[in-house]
């Protein structure tokens, strides 16, 4: 008996010397990520930092968190970031963020809310602890934007995970299920107000290719993307279902070069969705609906509009109708 409860006791023991040394390696990790962005020049503040959890998790929780590029000029802030894992697993975290966040960017400050925000990361066992899967659920989201406009949703899912024997390509997978803009950006969406409250649906299955592996060192030395294969993608709103699919490929600057393909059911309104959305400027939407009108009459259901979307030479086009220079893309 003396000898089960000396076993018990020294497992007891051992146990918690490993929580400690877990728990406090966890925080020093974290501490030393904000410290590495402040010396890059980032914004990496938070006002406390703190691993709770014994004896079977590691809780990380900071406050008061904000994380930015001055370069880019987009900082993220939220009240508190935890990220949660069981302290005999170490490759599996939990991540809960707060009902409220914002995001600054040059285009304005977003209000970003929920009624739950969560997800989980796993990793490939091993020190450089290389990504392997990423699941995100968001309820009710809603971004509010400082120039005055609102969209919400129902529900949000969004799922990564590296591709079967390609160490450096993802495989994204996105859901948002009824999308409904505020009345001041239907206005610039819908004018005519012919379309239902909400979009049904904005769904998306793609590829990313990097070119190295997201790994731990991928926050000091970020991986590039260097080709995206969409598979399927589609916005269900009312009686127009907008689909995509392709393949492109991003040079060093970012460049890219290759066609997605778009098909158009009930295309009317199009350009004027497009239009409230920044794709083209508002003065083009009247070109491009006489094009599509144009190209709806050789049509075999005039209802439906099959057109190429090409990026070449840093330029992008919509058919034969030219767009303006191409958005880089991580370079």
């Known amino acids: 008996m003396r000898f089960l409860v000396a076993g018990v006791l020294a497992l007891a023991v051992l146990w918690g010397g490993w929580w400690f040394i877990g728990s406090n390696a966890e925080g020093h990790a974290a501490r030393a990520f904000f410290a590495a962005q402040k010396a890059q020049g980032r914004t990496a503040d938070y006002s406390s930092l703190s691993v709770v959890g014994f004896p079977s998790r590691f809780d990380l929780t900071v406050n008061d968190i904000a994380l930015g590029d001055p370069q880019t ?20 975290f939990v991540v809960a963020l707060p009902h409220s966040q914002t995001l600054e960017t040059p285009a304005g400050r977003f209000t970003i809310a929920s009624t739950r925000m969560e997800g989980s990361v796993t990793f490939v066992p091993g020190v450089a602890f290389a990504l392997n899967e990423v699941v995100g659920i968001v309820d009710r989201p809603t971004l509010t934007a400082s120039l005055g406009w609102q969209v919400g949703a129902d529900k949000m899912s969004l799922a ?13 997978g996105l859901r948002i299920e009824g999308v409904r803009p505020d009345a001041a950006l239907r206005a610039r969406l819908d004018p005519a107000g012919i379309r239902p409250d909400a979009i049904r649906e904005v769904y998306l299955d793609a590829e990313l290719d990097f070119d190295r592996v997201i790994d731990r060192h991928a926050l000091n030395a970020p991986p590039r993307p260097t080709g995206i294969t969409v598979k399927d993608g589609h916005i269900a709103w009312g009686k127009m279902v907008l689909s995509v699919t392709g393949q492109v490929s ?13 098909r158009v059911q009930n295309w009317e309104g199009l350009p004027q969705i497009l239009a409230g959305l920044g794709v083209i400027k508002q003065d083009l939407a009247p070109t491009v609906h006489n094009m599509l009108t144009e190209l709806a009459k050789g049509s075999k259901d005039p209802n439906v509009i099959d057109l190429p979307l090409y ?11 030219p767009l303006g220079p191409a958005p880089r893309i991580g370079g």
Not at 251 to 256: H, I, K, N, Q, R
Not at 311 to 321: D, E, H, Q, R, T
């Open 311 to 321: 990026f070449a030479k840093g330029w992008m086009s919509l058919g034969p109708l």
């Open 250 to 262: 991003i040079g060093a600057t970012g460049v890219p070069d290759g066609k997605i393909d778009l």
């Open 160 to 172: 990564s995970r590296r591709v079967p024997g390609r160490k450096t390509a993802q495989e994204i």
């Open 73 to 92: 000029g987009v900082t993220w802030r939220a009240p508190f970031a935890q990220l949660l894992a069981l302290s005999y697993n170490p490759y599996h």
